[in-house]
C-alpha cells in the first residue's frame, strides 16, 4: 500500500511538473482569458455566459426581424443543449422595449425539441432593419445544471471579443 501511495504521489508530482504553465493560469478582466478569444460557431455574435462558463452566439437577420440564439460551451465550439422550452429576449434600446419569444427550432440541428434545444429562433417586426440594440435574456436559463438570469445581450459588437479583434 506505501508503495501505491508513493507511486500515485511520484505521478501526481511530475503531472503537475510537466503541465504547460498556462494552465494554472487564473482569468483575468472582465471574465475572459488573458490572450484568449473565441470565434462564433454560426457566424453570429458571442454572449459569454458566467466566466467562461458557456456562450449565447446571437444571429440577426435584420430584413425579416428574426432573432436565432445558440447555447454554447465555454469555448463556443460546440452546442449545449438546455431543458426550456422557450426563451424570452427583452430588448431595452426599443421604447416602450420588445420582448421576444424564442422557441427551439428543431430543422436547425437535428434533434432539437422544447426542453432539449440548443438553437432558439423567434420574430418581430419591429426587429426589421435594426442596426443596433442592447438587451438580456428576460427567462432564466440553466445550463449544464446551473441557472442564470439577465444575461445581457448587444448587437452587432457581442459581449465578447473575438480573434478578429
Known amino acids: 500500500m506505501m508503495l501505491r501511495r508513493s507511486s ?9 511538473w510537466a503541465c504547460d504553465a498556462s494552465y494554472f493560469e487564473l482569468p483575468q478582466g472582465d471574465g475572459a482569458l488573458a490572450g484568449h478569444a473565441h470565434e462564433p460557431l454560426f457566424g453570429g455574435v458571442l454572449h459569454e455566459v458566467g466566466e467562461h ?26 452546442v449545449v443543449k438546455i431543458p426550456e422550452e422557450a426563451m424570452v429576449v427583452r ?11 424564442l422557441e427551439p427550432e428543431a430543422s436547425l440541428l437535428g434533434d432539437e425539441r422544447p426542453g432539449h434545444a440548443s438553437a432558439f429562433y423567434g420574430r418581430h417586426d419591429g426587429l426589421r432593419g435594426v442596426q443596433r440594440f442592447e438587451g438580456y435574456v428576460a427567462s432564466p436559463i440553466t445550463i449544464r ?19 478578429k479583434e
Open 91 to 101: 430588448l431595452t434600446s426599443f421604447e416602450p422595449s420588445l420582448e421576444v419569444t
Open 8 to 16: 500515485l504521489s511520484l505521478l501526481f508530482c511530475f503531472g503537475i
Open 145 to 163: 445544471g446551473y441557472a442564470f438570469e439577465r444575461i445581457p445581450l448587444r448587437y452587432p459588437e457581442g459581449t465578447e471579443p473575438t480573434a
Open 53 to 78: 462558463f458557456a456562450h449565447l452566439e446571437l444571429l440577426v437577420d435584420e430584413k425579416h426581424g428574426e432573432l436565432t440564439l445558440y447555447v454554447l460551451d465555454a469555448h463556443a465550439e460546440a
